[in-house]
């Protein structure tokens, strides 16, 4: 797939990077939904910054990541090879899961980077 090479790359100040961006971007509101959900799939997950921030919130959450570049992907799986995540290379605009498969959909600094194809990606989710 990876459609779309991301143009900062995953070295390690990129990384680092993500996870400063990500703890600045720190949303109240995401932290009250992560609390009382169950199922959580990412959409453009990079390399999983988010979900360190969720599974601090909610230890218990089954989460999800897709992103369309397989090198994102393979980072993220290594960084977090110890939590019980699921990083899976996916296009946003063609998800293949079952409806209702998720009871909390995030997506965060990613429609910009689809590009003319955002609205498809907001239908699938
Ligand atoms: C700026 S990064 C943000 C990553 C992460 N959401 C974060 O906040 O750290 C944008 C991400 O969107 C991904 N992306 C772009 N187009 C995509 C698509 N059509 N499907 C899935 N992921 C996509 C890129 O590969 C990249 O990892």
Redesign the pocket.
């Known amino acids: 797939?990876n459609?779309?090479?991301?143009p900062?790359g995953h070295l390690a100040d990129e990384i680092n990077r993500?996870?400063s961006?990500?703890d600045l971007?720190d949303d109240p509101l995401l932290a009250e939904f992560a609390l009382v959900s169950k199922d959580c799939l990412?959409?453009?997950?990079?390399?999983?910054?988010?979900w360190r921030r969720l599974q601090k919130i909610n230890p218990g959450l089954c989460y999800t990541g897709?992103?369309?570049?397989s090198e994102?992907v393979m980072k993220a799986r290594s960084l977090h090879a110890n939590t019980n995540v699921n990083f899976e290379i996916?296009?946003?605009?063609h998800l293949s899961f079952n409806d209702h498969s998720f009871d909390l959909v995030v997506?965060?600094?990613?429609l910009?980077?689809?590009?003319r194809?955002w609205p498809k990606?907001i239908e699938e989710s």
């Open positions: 797939m459609k779309i090479n991301y900062l993500l996870e961006q990500a971007f990412e959409i453009g997950a990079g390399v999983g910054s988010t897709i992103d369309c570049s994102a996916m296009d946003a605009t997506s965060k600094l990613v910009w980077s689809i590009g194809d990606a």
